[in-house]
């Protein structure tokens, strides 16, 4: 068991090294500041400091049992007070789901002792059965392997450029095919009012249309495909689960699977335009799918941007806190990820407990 004083976390703090305190026990943060769901500014406030009491500060922000499950993977020894142990013994550390073995510098590792992290977890997930949903939803800071396979696995991740990359220019090309329609004279929409003619002026309204059914799209997709929970004699539907939004759950700060690999989404866009396709006309049709790729692609790069960025607009700020909260306090609610706007008629909207 490594003993360590304040003098020996100041110095780890001049050579960069991010310490805090919690419960008598030293914590090196270093690797995780700028993957907290607060901000690397939070970390970096509170270095060298006992931060026992403002974890459990309800008022500046309430901390889970996943919040200290994380930072237990970062213990690197026993506080002392003038000679004497200010904490629990180094068995104290473990809890009934974790178990602790000891790196080459000291430090303790916590592992899920349900799956083995060093194979791929796609098939490992299927055997939780009635353990999975409890399991999947308590978060660890770590990367995750899904398939054996290298080519399988490569494109299960996806970095966050790709996304504007391959869907701009599909939001372009129907936009485009939307005008041409729309711009022919031969666009007539038929509605229970009449015949209606369609121009090109119409194209920025069926747009904004097509972006404000993605919002409700996202919502419906999150809420009751994402955070359904599959049932425990299924393993196909866990492996889907898992495969489609678990993961995330389970390593929320992995940079890699935040965003959607185009096969899976393109799967998903081509089943929405079948649904415009049977509601609305062509011209119609390519500017909804036009607004909804925009829309589809707002919603990625701001999923990603409220994990790893750093907002500076109020807007963006509370947008932020209010998607930690869904991660870290309550999973089944607060679905909306680009906005709350569903959120509030469906009943699921988040509120802090001191509200």
């Known amino acids: 068991m490594s003993v360590i004083t304040a003098g020996i976390i100041k110095q780890l703090v001049k050579i960069g ?7 008598g026990k ?11 769901p607060g901000g690397a500014d939070k970390v970096a406030s509170n270095v060298g400091k006992d931060i026992t009491e403002i ?3 309800v008022k500046s922000h309430k901390h889970t049992s996943n919040a200290y499950s994380i930072l237990k993977q970062y213990y690197i020894g026993e506080y002392e007070i003038e000679g004497k142990h200010g904490g629990k013994s180094q068995g104290d550390c473990t809890s009934t789901n974790e178990e602790v073995t000891n790196n080459n510098d000291g430090s303790c590792l916590f592992e899920d002792e349900m799956v083995d992290w060093s194979k791929p977890l796609m098939w490992q997930v299927a055997d939780l059965k009635e353990k999975y949903f409890d399991w999947v939803h308590r978060p660890v800071d770590r990367q995750i392997r899904l398939f054996k396979s290298d ?3 490569y494109f299960s991740m996806c970095s966050w450029y790709i996304v504007p990359m391959v869907w701009c220019p599909v939001a372009a090309v129907f936009t485009w095919l939307s005008y041409q329609r729309l ?29 404000l059914c993605w919002t409700l799209a996202e919502y419906i997709i999150h809420r009751w495909l994402f ?30 699977r935040l965003v959607f690999p185009p096969v899976p989404a393109s799967v998903l866009g081509f089943l929405i335009y079948l649904v415009y396709s049977v509601l609305f006309v062509e011209g119609i049709c390519f500017a909804m799918m036009a607004g909804s790729v925009i829309g589809y692609l707002m919603y990625d790069l701001t999923h990603y941007f409220l994990h790893h960025g750093t907002p500076t ?21 607060g679905f909306g990820i680009s906005s ?4 509030y008629p469906f009943g699921t909207i988040i509120r802090d407990k001191e509200e």
């Not at 090294?17 to 419960?23: D, H, Y």
């Not at 898992?242 to 929320?252: A, E, R, S, V």
């Open 17 to 23: 090294r991010l310490c805090v305190v919690e419960s």
């Open 26 to 36: 030293v914590y090196d943060v270093t690797d995780f500041a700028e993957r907290h």
């Open 55 to 57: 974890l459990k500060d």
């Open 151 to 153: 080519l399988v696995e």
């Open 183 to 211: 711009s022919s004279g031969e666009c007539v929409w038929r509605t229970l009012f009449g015949n209606v003619q369609l121009t090109e002026k119409y194209l920025p309204v069926f747009i904004a249309f097509g972006a």
């Open 227 to 256: 955070h359904l929970q599959p049932p425990a004699n299924c393993p196909l539907l866990i492996q889907f689960h898992f495969l489609m939004h678990g993961q995330h759950h389970k390593t929320p700060m992995d940079k890699r």
């Open 313 to 333: 607009s109020n807007y963006f700020k509370e947008l932020k806190r209010y998607h930690v909260m869904h991660h870290y306090v309550d999973q089944q609610n």
């Open 340 to 343: 709350k706007i569903w959120d």
